[in-house]
């Protein structure tokens, strides 16, 4: 018996933590090395090339980790497997099969199986099925948690008990992460908050992975000198005291290398938080905070219960400690949330002086409230995944496209760096303060010039700022400010010999 575990990874660097939770807990059943097999691929790998891999490996299982970015090619992929293998049984996993499961199987034939929830301990007993020499028929059969394919029926199994987290495996004891991925970690499951369009929302506790052995799994990551760490816990400081120990040991321990990523909210972060991340060296620690909005009747009407004013009032004082990389979220599209409204959310969550300001657009997964409440909201959404959301009663079609412009420029002259004085300047002096004003000229000169309809390198990227100043602002003192201060800009972000290029060449694009 071989059997596959894989999925198709959004990039390169991403890695699948579920995957090893599952490589693991097969090896912990008795499969060896040689039955139980993982490759992990990307979105952007030619379809042939993934098919030859998967069917020159003759797998009797094959089993895919389904996510809103790849549960379309898997379906295309796994369909041209079953042709080629009548035989081949497809097990599928993950959240975007785990909802509307018994519609998904209806409606690809090719699908064996889906196991929905958490897998490990299900996927376990598969496996030491297996081993026992039990029929494929006869594992499915007894499967908890499985939703699955018998002759012209389809079978749902009960649904498995809560996994303790101290019952799941190290997920890299037998695959070692790559040098050059992102290593995933989570030291919990749950989130306290009920927000309606996450499906963290659904699981209505928080199991936390025992402390003690937190550390130790942290001290494994950092004696190995890996590069990122990235915690996948929903909100991280669910509870402080269990947070600021674990920020505390790795500021002891910090090899100066590793980098930890957390998700976290930030209204929790009281003064003893903040006094222990300002003790970490640059760069030791980068935080994601979702805000969402700062529209009081959208957070109502998502179950989102937050102190706003004290979570801004803490971001603040994280960024003003400089030794932390920022990230900061707002979605597009909540209930009640016009573009007027998104507006002066974007204008606040801006001035806080985050590193990256994430411009989201609401998306219907299954299994979410907000997906129920569809109708009720006049939300028009993509039919496929990621189910992105179109319209909405208080936004159109083309508010939500001015936003996603808006999105695009945000990213090249803010996320990525490298332009701060110049909008700074151009945001205080030419439009009143507010950034969103600034972004949303800039998009429509950038749009309207054509410039969306092809890549950029970086230096263009410049001289396309210039031509926006020199477009949009009248007066020659404030124009002479602009080249000057994007000189500068200019020359902090590039090397030497790319800034003489860049003076040969001039400040006009060479392929308009």
Known sequence: MRLLLTTLNAKYIHSNLALRYLYESGRRAGLSADQLYVKEFTINN?????????????????????????????????????????????????????????????????????LRGEGETAFEKLCADLQSGLSVKGCLSGLPSLIWRDGDCIRDNEMGEVIEMAALPFPYENLPPAEDKVVYYEASRGCPYRCSYCLSSLEKTIRPLPLERTLSELSWFLDAGIRQVKFIDRTFNFDKQRAKSIWQYLIDHDNGTTNFHFEICAA??????????????????????????CNAAALAAIDRVEDMARALKNIRSLVAMGNSHIHVDLIAGLPYEDYESFALSFDTVYELGADNLQLGFLKLLKGTKIREQAEEYGYLQRSYAPYQILASRWMSALDMDRLAE???????????????????????????????????????????????????????????????????????????????????????????????????????????
């Open 406 to 512: 808006i999105e695009a420029v945000l990213e090249l002259y803010h996320n990525k760096g490298g332009f701060s004085q110049t909008v700074q300047m151009m945001i205080a002096e030419c439009f009143d303060g507010s950034a969103f004003g600034f972004y949303e000229k800039l998009a429509v000169f950038f749009y309207g010039q054509g410039f969306q309809h092809r890549s950029h390198k970086k230096e263009d990227l410049y001289r396309i700022l210039l031509l926006f100043v020199e477009h949009t602002v009248s007066s020659d003192v404030i124009k002479e400010r602009a080249g000057r201060l994007l000189m500068e800009d200019l020359e902090k972000t590039m090397n030497f010999d790319a800034v003489k290029k860049f003076y040969k060449k001039g400040w006009n694009l060479q392929w308009k």
């Open 268 to 293: 929790l972060l009281d003064d003893s938080c903040q006094k222990v991340i300002a003790g970490a060296r640059k760069g030791l620690f980068q935080f994601e905070i979702g805000i969402q909005s």
């Open 46 to 114: 030619e379809a042939g090339y993934v098919y030859g891999e998967i069917l020159r490996g003759q797998f009797d299982i094959v089993c895919f980790s389904c996510y809103i970015w790849n549960i379309r090619q898997i379906c295309d992929l796994a369909a041209d497997l079953k042709k080629t293998q009548p035989s081949l049984i497809i097990l599928l996993g993950g959240p975007e099969v785990s909802y509307e499961a018994d519609a998904f199987l209806q409606q690809n034939p090719w699908a064996d199986g889906i």
